[in-house]
């Protein structure tokens, strides 16, 4: 099934910010792998965007509306750069939320899942001959949640870290 670019309007069906000949296109450019085959290319970036989403709640600004299915398009959404602030368009995309979904989706295209987690019980022992033995037992949930840090570098600018604490007023 093809994809469906969200193009700034806030769509409730968009499952990608970036077409798959662009992001082939960006990935041949910067040395990222999506697979050979289309269908499994479209999931792997259909991943990608989902995971671009579990940043959301670092970004600046809003949804443009409750029901778009993507994280962007935002309204009152800032880009930061030092103590430079510059508003975003809310009818926009900014083109590193589309490349940070492509770096996303060439990890998952390599067989990893950053959002991979199991639960269960760990138990790790050592043991010195003649001086002793111990024992950890850790109860609940162990994790392999990968954080691409890449990814997060790639959006930064729209995370606005960092800035201290600072206040948008307007003029109603």
Known sequence: MALTIETGTGSA???SYI???DARTYATNYGYSLSAVDADAEVQLRQGALYVNTIESQFSGDRVN???SLAWPRVDATSCSGSLTIDVASDSVPVSVA???VIAASTYASGVNPRASESGSSIASEEVSGVGKISYFNTGQTTSVI???EV???LSQYL???QGLSLK???V
Request: glycine share 0%; net charge negative.
């Open 19 to 21: 077409s798959l000949v």
């Open 152 to 154: 997060t570098d790639v």
């Open 13 to 15: 069906d968009s499952d």
């Open 147 to 149: 954080e691409l840090t």
């Open 160 to 162: 606005c870290l960092n």
């Open 169 to 171: 007023a307007k003029r």
């Open 66 to 68: 409750s029901s778009q």
């Open 99 to 101: 490349n940070a979904q």
